[in-house]
C-alpha cells in the first residue's frame, strides 16, 4: 500500500528533480511534453480504459465506487485533468494534483464480488496498492506512446530510454518508488508483456459491462465512431481483446486503416493551436508569464478537462 507518508516521500524526489515551480514536473524539453501535448493521444484512450478494466481490482473499484455509467464525459475529464495537471501544471498544482489523487484512491477499498482470475471472492482490493498503480501508470504511459507512433513519427531506441526515465518520475506522483518501476524500458516492455499474459488481467463480467455501456455512449451524440472502437480493439493482446467480446472483422479493419490513412495525411499539418491540448497551450502561457489562457486556450479546456483553467486550485 502507498501510504500518505510513502506519497510524500516521493513527492520530495520529485521536486528535486521537477524542472522549476512554474516549468512543473516535466517542462517544455521534454519527450514528455512533446508526447502528451498531441491531441492524438486520445486515440489510446480507449486501449488504456480497457487495459485498466482488465484487472479485477479496478474493474470491481469502478462498479462499486464510480460514476461512469451516469457520467462517462465526467470521467473522462477528471482523468485528463489528473493527468495534464501532472504533466503540464506547475509544480503546486502538480504536486496537489498527486495528493488530491491519492486522497480519492484511499477512500476506494471493498471486496471482491466473485472470484475472477487469481483473486477469490471476498477478497479486498485498495486503489493505492502498489501493484494496481504500477499497471494504471504502465496502461496511460504505453498507450499515449502507442497513439502518438500511430500517427506521428516513431521515437528512436534512444528517445523511448528517455521517454521511460520521465515516466517514472511521473509514477512518483503515483507513489511508486524507483524500486516498484523497471529501470528501463526494455524491462517496462518485459513487464508490459507479461501482464498481457498472467491471469493477473481477467475480463470479468463487471469489466465487460462497463466496457459496453462506455462504448455504446451514455447518448446516441456521444457513442465513439465505429473505426474508434474497432482501433482500440486492435490495440488491445488477443486474449483481452475476446474477454471484451470485441469484435475485428475485415469491415472493421478497413474502417480502421480508412480512418488512420486520413488522420496520417491531416493531422501533422494542422496549426498548432488546433493540434495541442488546450493545458500544454496553458503551460505554455504560463512560461510567457501571461496570468491567464486566452480564450481559444479556455475553450480547448473545458473539451479536454471540463473546466476553463488548469492552474487553479481547487479544495478537495
Not at 489528473?82 to 480519492?104: C, D, N, P, T, W
Not at 480512418?259 to 496549426?271: H, Q, S
Request: overall charge positive.
Amino acid at each position: 500500500m502507498v501510504s500518505a507518508n510513502d506519497l510524500e516521500a516521493t513527492l520530495d524526489q520529485v521536486r528535486a528533480n521537477a524542472a522549476g515551480a512554474v516549468a512543473g514536473v516535466f517542462g517544455p524539453d521534454t519527450l514528455t511534453w512533446r508526447i502528451d501535448r498531441e491531441a492524438v493521444i486520445f486515440l489510446g484512450a480507449g486501449r488504456a480504459l480497457l487495459l485498466q478494466l482488465a484487472h479485477p481490482w479496478v474493474a470491481a473499484a469502478i462498479a462499486e465506487h464510480s460514476k461512469t455509467f451516469a457520467d462517462p464525459i465526467g470521467r473522462f475529464h477528471r482523468t485528463f485533468d489528473i493527468v495534464f495537471a501532472m504533466v503540464f501544471g506547475s509544480l503546486e498544482r502538480a504536486l496537489l494534483s498527486s495528493r488530491q489523487l491519492h486522497r480519492r484512491h484511499s477512500m476506494i477499498v471493498g471486496e471482491m464480488p466473485e472470484t475472477t482470475g487469481p483473486f477469490a471472492a471476498g477478497s479486498r482490493y485498495h486503489a493505492n496498492d502498489v501493484a494496481s498503480l504500477r499497471w494504471v501508470h504502465a496502461t496511460l504511459v504505453e498507450s499515449a506512446l502507442m497513439a502518438h507512433d500511430l500517427v506521428l513519427p516513431a521515437l528512436t531506441a534512444e528517445e523511448r530510454e528517455r521517454y521511460w526515465s520521465e515516466s517514472r518520475l511521473f509514477g512518483a506522483l503515483f507513489g511508486l518508488t524507483a524500486d516498484d518501476l523497471p529501470a528501463d524500458w526494455s524491462g517496462f516492455a518485459a513487464y508490459t508483456a507479461a501482464m498481457a499474459q498472467s491471469e493477473t488481467l481477467t475480463v470479468s463480467p463487471a469489466a465487460r459491462e462497463i466496457a459496453a455501456q462506455i462504448f455504446a455512449g451514455a447518448r446516441p451524440w456521444l457513442r465513439p465512431p465505429r473505426w474508434y472502437r474497432a482501433l482500440t480493439a486492435r490495440m488491445l493482446p488477443e486474449r483481452l481483446r475476446a474477454g471484451f467480446a470485441l469484435a475485428l472483422d475485415a469491415n472493421n479493419d478497413r474502417s480502421v486503416d480508412n480512418a488512420l490513412r486520413w488522420i496520417r495525411r491531416v493531422y501533422p499539418k494542422l496549426p498548432d493551436r488546433l493540434r495541442y491540448v488546450g493545458p500544454y497551450q496553458e503551460a505554455q502561457a504560463r512560461l510567457r508569464g501571461e496570468p491567464q489562457p486566452d480564450w481559444m486556450t479556455r475553450c480547448l479546456n473545458r473539451a479536454w478537462i471540463g473546466r476553463p483553467q488548469m492552474d487553479v486550485r481547487r479544495k478537495g
